[in-house]
C-alpha cells in the first residue's frame, strides 16, 4: 500500500500512516459510530450488500453518489414539509 501524506495533521503517529492504516482506522469509528446507532445497523448492512455488488471502485464511487443523491433528495422532501408546516404556522398567528 501506498503512504497516504500527512495532510496537514500535526499529530506525528498520523505521519506515516500507509492507505491500509486509514482504512482500518475508518472502519473502527464506523463501528463505534453503530455501536452509538444501532438503528442505522440495517442502513449500513444494506449499503455494503449493494457496494459488495458494485464492481470495482469507479462502480462503487457510482453506487454511493446514487446512494447519497436519494438521501438528499428525501431531506429535501422532509425540509420542504417542515417550511410548509412553519408557514402555515406564521400564517396561522
Avoid: W
Avoid at 50 to 62: A, K, P, T, V, W
Avoid at 77 to 86: M, N, R, V, W
Wanted: hydrophobic share 35%.
Amino acid at each position: 500500500m501506498q503512504d497516504i501524506p500527512n495532510q496537514g495533521r500535526d499529530d506525528p503517529r498520523r505521519q506515516n500512516m500507509t492507505a491500509n492504516d486509514y482504512l482500518q482506522e475508518a472502519l473502527a469509528e464506523r463501528e463505534r459510530f453503530l455501536a452509538r446507532h444501532l438503528h442505522l445497523r440495517s442502513y449500513q448492512a444494506e449499503i455494503d450488500r449493494i457496494l459488495d455488488q458494485s464492481g470495482n471502485c469507479r462502480g462503487r464511487m457510482e453506487v454511493l453518489g446514487t446512494l447519497m443523491q436519494g438521501k438528499l433528495l428525501e431531506m429535501q422532501k422532509e425540509l420542504y414539509k417542515l417550511t410548509k408546516i412553519l408557514q402555515n404556522s406564521v400564517t396561522a398567528n
